[in-house]
């Protein structure tokens, strides 16, 4: 009867786990599904006006759960309308790795991802491809992860029933090695929560070099602590115009802050200072302006620090929504800014 509860009772964990996970993933993959004019814009639906009505026949034939004959009607469409191949391309790969299908195929969904970013660079739907390749690359990992794990609960539950003297100690390695995977998010979030012990006012220098896609606040001289960075999509060189997607370069003051951003919280950056203004004139152009250290965009604090990976702002700074709560208690309006090539 103990080895029969044993053994159910780590199935049942581990199928809540991986139920958790599909069900995660199918809320991103339905919500990416039935929003592509939302994440593409005006422009591009533009371009698909004529496929229109195929697309919404290939979108009826997902939602109700005939994936096959969705992929097909996919196929018909990039055949007809090349000029609709992104959008074609993201919604197979959203299709191949839909945990609804039960014919999924992580690997022809990532080729779908990585084809789009590598022959569409233009493309609107480009950041959320390069999300979903990280989001894709980490499932393949946490399912590599449980496999492995469900693989030695399994050999230790059959040790158990084979050596009768030892069947106590196993017992405890079994409760061990399931008490590990369940911690693994509490550590994670335990590592994010990090606290200053140390920390007892504000910083008087928030740091960012460009570079090493490094922020520091310092304090009196010391650095307390180091974030991972994304900066703008052409991060090389300063800032000189409106639109360029350049972060910039040189000596500002964190001056108003949105608690209410879209990207979960900001911090407003004084740019453009004189020094920009002056170079901005020379050139004839608009120096831009809104240059913020933010959060990930609503609706996919998910990613975390993945962001990291891919430079993805329009020139601002950005971190986890968890970092930036903790800079925005530690850095007041008038924390000088330094941004270094």
Known sequence: MTEHLTGTNTKVYMDKKQRRMNLHLSLIFVCLMITPVFLCGCSHLNEESQARSTFMEAN???TQGSYKAALSKYEQIIEKYPAAGDRVLF??????????NEQKD???????????????????YRKDSEMMVFQLNNVNLKDKTIAAQQTQIEALQQEFKSRGNEIIALQKKIETLEQEVKSKVNEIIALQREVFALQKGPVDKILIEKNERRLTLISKGKALKTYKIALGGD???????????KTPEGTYV????????SYHLSLHISYPNEKD???????????GGDIM???IKNGFSWVGDLHTEVDWTKGCIAVTDEEIEEIDKLAPNGTIVEIRP
């Open 60 to 62: 009826n034939l997902f």
């Open 91 to 100: 919604e197979m790969g959203i299709i191949y790795a839909y945990p609804g």
């Open 106 to 124: 992580y690997q022809k969904s990532l080729e779908c991802f990585q084809k789009l970013i590598k022959d569409y660079p233009g493309s609107g």
């Open 235 to 245: 991060p090389d060189g300063p800032k000189e115009r409106q639109g360029d997607n």
């Open 254 to 261: 964190i001056d108003s802050r949105n608690r209410n951003s």
């Open 277 to 287: 203004r002056k170079r901005a004139r020379a050139l004839g152009v608009s120096p």
């Open 293 to 295: 250290i933010h959060g």
